[in-house]
């Protein structure tokens, strides 16, 4: 499938509890691309997220119900398309993906409609995974790789842009599963003929608050991710295009 540039991208930070970082996450990316709207989606936030987005310049959608990861983005990507934005950037709302290396996932959107911000190529450093989880994210990035007809070191990477009929693709089925949101949907990209492609982007340290699975279930991600590939693997799903539907005015509040 032939992609475009983009002229109309948004930004979008899932966001659980993490009153300690958004506001400056929000802040930096704004301060770095300040034409490029923020969506920070908050499912079921019990602390002060919300409003330390808001605060920062965010636009913010609240969902009722925690949905994870994968759920919080699909209504990212349904807001995207339902507002006549062409792509959507994901960007953690824990400061580990650099606003600084947006432009560079947005360039690469010309050629490709999945670009991934990946960690492990040759030319970086500094974001240090080890065991199981490790272990998991090469098996993955091979598997993918040749699913992708292209090199893909970082299967597992949060930090991804997405354009062309991948965003309406998503829009509707991005997957809300655990893993769901990184592996199974490059599968689905890759199976609905989206040219999927990598640029090297360098991970930083969380800034605070907690990470949302702790090293206990890492122990067990080798497994649960191989699984989780396979059933993506075997899976059916309706992947004809979808209408994009006409424009609306924003929605800020409630499922989009
Ligand atoms: N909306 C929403 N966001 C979530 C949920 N779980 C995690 N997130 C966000 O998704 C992003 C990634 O989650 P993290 O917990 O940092 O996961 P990770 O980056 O794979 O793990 P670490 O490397 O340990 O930080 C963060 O911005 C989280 O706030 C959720 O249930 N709902
Ligand atoms: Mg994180």
């Not at 636009?59 to 994968?70: A, E, Q, S, T």
């Not at 893909?152 to 949060?158: K, R, Y």
Request: charged share 20%; aromatic share 6%; with cysteine.
């Amino acid at each position: 499938m032939s992609a475009s540039p983009v002229l109309r991208p948004l930004i979008v930070v899932p966001a659980w509890n993490e009153e300690q970082t958004v506001g400056e996450t929000v802040r930096e990316i704004r301060g770095v691309m300040p034409e490029i709207p923020v969506l920070v989606v908050s499912d079921g936030s019990t602390d002060r997220t919300v409003h330390i987005a808001r605060r920062a310049g965010a636009r913010v959608l609240v969902l009722p119900f925690r949905l994870g990861v994968g759920g919080a983005m699909r209504a990212g990507f349904r807001y995207a398309v339902r507002n006549g934005y062409d792509a959507a950037v994901q960007v953690d709302a824990d400061g580990q993906h650099d606003p600084k290396q947006v432009p560079a996932l947005l360039d690469e959107l010309g050629q490709a409609e999945v670009v991934i911000g990946a960690r492990f190529c040759e030319q970086q450093d500094g974001y240090r995974v080890s065991g199981p989880r490790r272990w998991a994210m090469v098996l993955l990035s091979k598997v993918l790789s040749r699913l992708t007809n292209t090199r893909i070191t970082d299967a597992t990477s949060g930090f991804k842009a997405t354009g062309g009929q991948a965003l309406p693709l998503f829009a509707e089925h991005y997957p809300d599963e655990y893993l769901g949101d990184t592996v199974e949907s490059l599968v689905i990209a890759a199976r609905a003929g989206c040219a999927v492609t990598q640029v090297p982007a360098r991970m930083r340290p969380r800034r605070g608050g907690e990470p949302s699975h702790r090293p206990v279930k890492s122990a067990i991600y080798l497994g649960r991710a191989a699984m989780a590939l396979v059933l993506a693997l075997i899976r059916r799903w309706d992947i004809t295009p979808v209408p994009v539907p006409q424009l609306r005015p924003a929605v800020e509040e409630g499922v989009p």
